[in-house]
């Protein structure tokens, strides 16, 4: 059934993204009745675990405004979770994805290893053992913490080039991302010590795409038949969505897309987790238009799965970042206006923007606005112009005039929103702990944890 409408949504993807109407603003929910509405017990087989990395309450507020309208998620907000590590009331990513894959707490830094460095099972690994196909799916590298969190064990988030062995010996059906230098041998500009991981995965069952056209021409895959797919469509990672080239790149939608028209082939069900990678690297930057833009690709991966699981009726979407980056605010001066759909004219990264500055940054003011096109004042010019961090200082300017603060270039420890849509989403409602979400999914997925 999915088949068919993959295609569709396949060829139609940067429609869907330029149209962006809320697909279910005009279905009724009627209690205890309908497939995938939240109410009763009803079975799921598949769950699709969704990870705006960075990503907070005040990037939905703002968010909002820089759509003009309700984010696809906001009418299925459930609850709120805490997000503390084992070691630190302010989390990093590595024990935050090990808390949401695991339900266990570990130290910062870690992946998939307790505070004893005792191996973890994850959600992953428990649909794994049901007789579940797999996959993970970032804009990162794919041997970045939050999706290694849900299938390697290692002390520390760094250690990418063991990260990617672990994959590749490892049960996860599909890989899409970016960190082709993770996977390749030195003697080719990796980073691998003499292993060629590519080569390997080749030999034991993958697939290997690195175009967007590849990946397109990959739905084939027969997951029953043990066959795999590895995208990596970039050196390390994958651009920030205002500048992808869209003929090499595949969107993060797409590659939702994609490893669901895989993953759905399993007749037991899956499990996928992708994740908005780079919407924390806009945080930690101040960012405004880098983190809005890439809220607004990950909304569109967002949407493919809500489609997909409408038609489907047994699949569970979460929706759930990891911690908040960059503590943003949602109004920045004393009532100041809420701007942040300004932010649809800004064409690029303040990391590119700092790029195209002289020597002496007196070109500021014309470089600035060709690529913000706002009007900058003489002071904002001489902030620019003064500051150690250009990059900082550009993006502060345009976060100013989009009514966007920022309290921090670091994570916070703000609680964060989880959303859900499909059968037992009514369990995600309250108020719980990072910790409590995979165990809520391996309830409702009636698969064992163990941790
Ligand atoms: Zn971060």
Do not use: C
Not at 178 to 189: A, D, I, R, V, Y
């Amino acid at each position: 059934m999915f088949k068919k409408i993959g295609a569709v949504a396949l060829s139609t993807g940067l429609v869907l993204s330029a149209v962006s109407v809320p697909v279910f603003a005009d279905k009724p929910e009627s209690p205890g009745k309908g497939k995938g509405n939240g109410y009763g017990g009803k079975k799921i087989d598949n769950i699709i675990y969704m990870i705006p990395d960075g990503f907070s309450g005040d990037y939905a507020s703002n968010y909002r405004v820089y759509k003009g309208e309700d984010a696809v998620w906001d009418e299925h907000l459930k609850g709120m979770f805490t997000t503390n590590s084992a070691n630190a009331d302010v989390t990093d990513s590595a024990a935050a994805g090990t808390a949401m894959a695991s339900g266990v707490k570990t130290n910062n830094g870690v992946i998939g290893l307790d505070p004893e460095g005792n191996e973890l099972t994850t959600i992953l690994d428990a649909s794994e053992e049901a007789g579940k196909s797999s996959g993970l799916v970032a804009t990162s590298t794919i041997t970045h913490a939050t999706p290694a969190s849900f299938a390697t064990n290692v002390e520390s988030r760094n250690n990418q080039t063991e990260i990617a062995r672990q994959y590749i010996s490892g049960e996860v059906d599909v890989l899409l991302g970016g960190g082709q230098n993770m996977f390749l041998p030195e003697t080719e500009g990796g980073n691998q010590e003499e292993l060629n991981l590519i080569e390997e995965a080749q030999e034991s069952g993958f697939t290997y795409t690195e175009t967007r056209d590849e990946l397109l021409d990959s739905t084939d895959i027969d997951v029953e038949e043990g066959e795999k797919l590895l995208g990596l469509f970039a050196e390390e990672a994958l651009s920030p969505e205002l500048h992808r080239d869209q003929t090499v790149e595949p969107s993060l939608a797409e590659m939702t897309e994609v490893s669901i028209e895989v993953l759905e082939q399993d007749k037991d069900g899956f499990f996928l987790m992708v994740e908005g990678s780079q919407i924390d690297w806009a945080g930690h930057a101040n960012d405004a238009a880098w983190a809005m833009s890439d809220v607004a690709a990950f909304e569109d991966a967002v949407e493919a799965a809500i489609d997909f699981a409408e038609q489907d009726g047994k699949t569970l979407v979460i929706v759930a970042g990891d911690h908040d980056t960059g503590g943003m605010t949602t109004g920045s001066g004393a009532y100041a206006g809420l701007n942040a759909d300004i932010l649809n004219q800004v064409t690029a990264t303040g990391d590119f923007i700092a790029t195209q500055l002289n020597e002496d940054r007196s070109n500021t003011k014309e470089i600035v606005e060709e690529y913000t096109n706002l009007t900058i004042t003489e002071d904002e010019v001489q902030s620019i112009q003064d500051a150690s961090d250009a990059v900082l200082a550009i993006n502060r300017v345009v976060s100013d005039h989009a009514g966007i603060g920022w309290t921090s270039t670091n994570h916070t420890g703000a609680d964060i929103p989880v959303y859900a849509y499909g059968p037992q989403s009514e369990k995600f409602v309250g108020f719980y702990d990072n910790t409590d979400l995979p165990k809520i999914m391996a309830n409702a997925l009636r698969v064992n944890l163990k941790n």
